[in-house]
């Protein structure tokens, strides 16, 4: 396992018990102002970072007398320094470079480590950084920052990392794990995620976490929030990211960078799961059975039955095949009709333009994100027209009580909230990964 340096931007975090977790510290005497009077055994290495430059001589030489292991110089080269206590180090706080330009970087700089850390924005700047750590020779440090970078900092070995930073009571740097976690992660931790954007709305995360903790399992899910999701597959394969779940508005999207699909997803056109099954990317829509299991649970009879399902995106490809595979009938509408005609041809099912009443349908599927936190509240259609002894399932799960589900109950109609599906599609794609169920009521408590 790569070893966890400890960065410490505050006093207090030198007398916390992150320190007996770490194998070294990291001082950051442009944070703290100075050496810290008091320090314990481990090695330790300080980073100048952007102190007054006239100063750098005399903190160099009392970090020298105290018996630092390293100097994090930057990038200024300090005549008075051996490179044999010289860390050179390059940060850029808005981007990650191609490839061949972080290769350059590193043969810029010179120390007995050296160190680039750059800001991650999406999958390609991750597999940046995995093809330049294939090229660069000699002992260094090539991590991400943010979020999406996080990963580089749980799979340093991987990269070939010297060390790896973590933080105590405060990061020091944007995607900075506490060195807690790190050190209970340990090596070869499995990774799942979530991809899609937006995605401050996701109970995913909380959901995987319990279950992961649940099984025993070490391991991290973590969210990668992209504009797009061009080299996602590579990335898992270079990454060992052992899992993905697929959201808004990728899921039909990343069909193309999957190595097979199962048969549910096939026949949908989209999925919501992926898993990397020994470096070969499987698909999967674990949706349709949320999405059955959630009607099921809310009393709703799918055989036999006549629904509206409003919406044409991988969600509504889901509603459509759940409820015809199991007897259902289905009419499909949406804003734009010709995606509404397009989906009903490929699902074997009806289309209508513009819904002008709810008579004739005795169940009502909202698979648009009107409604979620972040997007317009209005009603995907006029909620006056829905009555009772109609069902309304809004596949919306935050706010848990959508406007549509508030409307339709004061109408008389029985609900069934999205989060119960967003339950039982959860429970299905960590049985995939992890060949574990958990049970509902620990995703259930995590999220309620």
């Given at each position: 396992?790569?070893?966890?340096?400890?960065?410490i931007?505050?006093?207090?975090?030198?007398?916390?018990p992150?320190?007996?977790?770490?194998?070294?510290?990291?001082?950051?005497?442009?944070?703290?102002?100075?050496?810290p009077?008091?320090?314990?055994?481990s090695?330790?290495?300080?980073?100048?970072?952007?102190?007054?430059h006239?100063?750098?001589?005399?903190?160099?030489?009392?970090?020298?007398?105290?018996?630092?292991?390293?100097?994090d110089?930057?990038?200024?080269?300090?005549?008075?320094?051996?490179?044999?206590f010289?860390?050179m180090?390059?940060?850029?706080?808005?981007?990650?470079?191609?490839?061949?330009?972080?290769?350059?970087?590193?043969?810029?700089?010179?120390?007995?480590?050296?160190?680039?850390?750059?800001?991650?924005n999406?999958?390609?700047?991750?597999?940046?950084?995995?093809?330049?750590?294939?090229?660069?020779?000699?002992?260094?440090?090539?991590?991400?920052?943010g979020?999406?970078?996080?990963?580089?900092?749980?799979r340093?070995?991987?990269?070939?990392?010297?060390?790896?930073?973590?933080?105590?009571?405060?990061?020091?740097a944007?995607?900075?794990?506490?060195?807690?976690?790190?050190?209970?992660?340990?090596?070869?931790?499995?990774?799942?995620?979530v991809?899609?954007?937006?995605?401050?709305?996701?109970?995913?995360?909380?959901?995987?976490?319990?279950?992961?903790?649940?099984?025993?399992?070490r391991?991290?899910?973590?969210?990668?929030?992209v504009?797009?999701?061009?080299?996602?597959?590579?990335?898992?394969?270079?990454?060992?990211?052992?899992?993905?779940?697929?959201?808004?508005?990728?899921?039909?999207?990343?069909?193309?960078?999957m190595?097979?699909?199962?048969?549910t997803?096939?026949?949908?056109?989209?999925?919501?799961?992926?898993?990397?099954?020994?470096?070969?990317?499987?698909?999967?829509?674990?949706?349709?059975?949320?999405?059955?299991e959630a009607?099921w649970?809310?009393?709703?009879?799918?055989?036999?039955g006549?629904?509206?399902?409003?919406?044409?995106?991988?969600?509504?490809?889901?509603?459509?095949?759940?409820?015809?595979?199991?007897?259902?009938?289905?009419?499909?509408?949406?804003?734009?009709?010709?995606?509404?005609?397009?989906?009903?041809?490929?699902?074997?099912?009806?289309?209508?333009?513009?819904?002008?009443?709810m008579?004739?349908?005795?169940?009502?599927?909202?698979?648009?994100?009107?409604?979620?936190?972040?997007?317009?509240?209005?009603?995907?259609?006029?909620?006056?027209?829905?009555?009772e002894?109609?069902?309304?399932?809004?596949?919306?799960?935050?706010?848990?009580?959508?406007?549509?589900?508030?409307?339709?109950?004061?109408?008389?109609?029985k609900?069934?909230?999205?989060?119960e599906?967003?339950?039982?599609?959860?429970l299905?794609?960590?049985?995939?990964?992890?060949?574990?169920?958990?049970?509902?009521d620990?995703?259930?408590?995590?999220?309620?």
């Open positions: 396992m790569t070893r966890i340096c400890l960065s931007g505050i006093t207090e975090d030198l007398f916390s992150s320190v007996d977790m770490s194998d070294l510290l990291e001082l950051r005497v442009d944070k703290l102002g100075a050496i009077g008091d320090l314990p055994g090695p330790f290495i300080v980073t100048l970072g952007d102190t007054d006239d100063h750098h001589p005399r903190i160099v030489q009392e970090a020298l007398d105290r018996g630092a292991w390293l100097i110089v930057g990038e200024h080269h300090i005549d008075q320094l051996d490179e044999e010289m860390m180090s390059h940060h850029d706080w808005d981007i990650t470079p191609p490839t061949e330009r972080i290769i350059d970087l590193f043969s810029s700089l010179r120390g007995q480590v050296r160190k680039c850390a750059f800001m991650v999406c999958y390609r700047d991750l597999m940046s950084i995995m093809e330049a750590s294939a090229s660069i020779r000699g002992r260094r440090v090539l991590i991400g920052m979020e999406l970078g996080a990963i580089t900092r749980i340093s070995d991987i990269l070939g990392n010297e060390f790896t930073f973590a933080h105590g009571g405060r990061a020091t944007p995607g900075q794990l506490p060195v807690e976690e790190m050190r209970e992660l340990g090596e070869d931790p499995v990774i799942l995620g991809t899609g954007r937006p995605l401050g709305h996701s109970l995913s995360p909380p959901m995987h976490r319990a279950a992961l903790k649940a099984s025993g399992i391991g991290k899910y973590l969210r990668f929030d504009p797009e999701i061009d080299m996602m597959g590579a990335f898992m394969k270079a990454y060992d990211v052992r899992g993905m779940n697929v959201t808004i508005p990728y899921k039909v999207q990343a069909l193309s960078q190595d097979s699909l199962d048969a997803a096939k026949a949908v056109g989209a999925i919501n799961t992926i898993s990397n099954e020994g470096g070969n990317l499987v698909g999967y829509n674990t949706d349709v059975l949320g999405i059955k009607l649970s809310g009393g709703y009879r799918i055989e036999g006549n629904a509206l399902v409003v919406g044409t995106g991988g969600a509504a490809r889901a509603c459509c095949h759940a409820l015809i595979s199991e007897g259902g009938g289905v009419t499909v509408t949406g804003r734009d009709p010709e995606k509404a005609r397009a989906l009903a041809e490929d699902m074997r099912c009806m289309d209508i333009d513009k819904v002008m009443g008579e004739g349908f005795d169940l009502v599927v909202n698979c648009t994100p009107l409604g979620m936190e972040g997007f317009p509240e209005d009603s995907p259609f006029d909620v006056r027209e829905i009555h002894g109609q069902t309304v399932f809004d596949m919306v799960y935050r706010p848990r009580e959508t406007p549509l589900i508030r409307e339709a109950a004061a109408q008389g109609a609900t069934i909230e999205g989060i599906m967003l339950i039982h599609q959860a299905a794609s960590f049985r995939i990964w992890t060949g574990k169920d958990v049970g509902q620990v995703m259930r408590e995590a999220v309620l």
